[in-house]
């Protein structure tokens, strides 16, 4: 197909398509070499893997097998599962999934099942803010990044942090680091009242004297250049 003449938009698709595909099969071939034929090791439980089931059954409990139930798509990796958020993702492509994009997705989904965010760090253009915004496709979940610069207030932050609750969308900050220290002061506890109320379960929470709405599907996430 790829060497037809495609019209744009269907040549990203099939490309995304085949990217996620490679993946898949590379990971099946590793299987196949370490003879790997247990669902419950590691190396198979660590890939992100989307199971349709019907509402309120677990995944890999027994179907109901009801005419017109009502299904879902569940996502579940390690011990961390959630259901698919739907939100519309659009044909935008994505980066090639290699090892350490799993270590990542790894690293970023243990962190969300203990209600954290989540700071892959390394040099320049090695696709920290990508990585994040793929895993976020593959949730279905929107992501917002945001550029920081020393220009960055505790109000305007407090803004930002009000509609990523709000929202229940996740903010990927780039560059974290040039925020000055005096803000970042500020920051900790703005995010850290945000996490607390996603603990606790909570439906509404206060946040700068402002009762707010919470949709505990909201994270953050922070990039930085070392250095």
Same mark, same amino acid.
């Given at each position: 197909?790829?060497?037809?003449?495609?019209?744009?938009?269907?040549?990203?698709?099939?490309?995304?398509?085949?990217?996620?595909?490679?993946?898949?099969?590379?990971?099946?071939?590793?299987?196949?070499?370490?003879?790997?034929?247990?669902?419950?090791?590691?190396?198979?439980?660590?890939?992100?893997?989307?199971?349709?089931?019907?509402?309120?059954?677990?995944?890999?409990?027994?179907?109901?097998?009801?005419?017109?139930?009502?299904?879902?798509?569940?996502?579940?990796?390690?011990?961390?599962?959630?259901?698919?958020?739907?939100? /519309? &993702?659009? *044909? $935008?492509?994505?980066?090639?999934?290699?090892?350490?994009?799993?270590?990542?997705?790894?690293? =970023?989904? +243990?962190?969300?099942?203990?209600?954290?965010?989540?700071?892959?760090?390394?040099?320049?253009?090695?696709?920290?803010?990508?990585?994040?915004?793929?895993?976020?496709?593959?949730?279905?979940?929107?992501? /917002? &990044?945001? *550029? $920081?610069?020393?220009?960055?207030?505790?109000?305007?932050?407090?803004?930002?942090?009000?509609? =990523?609750? +709000?929202?229940?969308?996740?903010?990927?900050?780039?560059?974290?680091?040039?925020?000055?220290?005096?803000?970042l002061s500020v920051v900790g506890?703005?995010?850290?009242?945000?996490?607390?109320?996603?603990?606790?379960?909570?439906?509404?929470?206060?946040?700068?004297?402002?009762?707010?709405?919470?949709?505990?599907?909201?994270?953050?996430?922070?990039?930085?250049?070392?250095?």
């Amino acid at each position: 197909m790829v060497l037809e003449d495609l019209n744009p938009e269907l040549r990203l698709k099939v490309i995304t398509i085949i990217t996620i595909d490679v993946h898949a099969k590379d990971v099946v071939d590793k299987f196949v070499q370490k003879k790997i034929a247990d669902s419950q090791i590691f190396a198979w439980q660590s890939q992100l893997k989307f199971y349709w089931i019907e509402e309120g059954q677990e995944v890999g409990g027994p179907p109901s097998n009801k005419p017109d139930v009502k299904r879902t798509c569940r996502i579940k990796i390690c011990d961390w599962t959630t259901d698919y958020s739907y939100e /519309y &993702v659009g *044909n $935008c492509g994505r980066l090639v999934i290699t090892p350490l994009t799993d270590r990542c997705y790894i690293t =970023l989904t +243990q962190a969300c099942n203990l209600e954290l965010g989540g700071a892959p760090a390394g040099p320049a253009g090695t696709g920290k803010t990508e990585t994040t915004k793929d895993l976020g496709r593959a949730l279905a979940l929107p992501v /917002y &990044v945001f *550029n $920081c610069s020393d220009q960055m207030t505790y109000q305007s932050m407090a803004q930002i942090f009000m509609g =990523l609750s +709000q929202s229940g969308a996740w903010g990927c900050f780039d560059e974290f680091n040039r925020i000055s220290i005096e803000v970042l002061s500020v920051v900790g506890t703005q995010v850290s009242t945000i996490l607390d109320a996603i603990k606790d379960r909570k439906k509404r929470f206060l946040f700068f004297d402002e009762d707010l709405n919470l949709i505990p599907t909201c994270n953050f996430f922070i990039t930085m250049n070392p250095g």
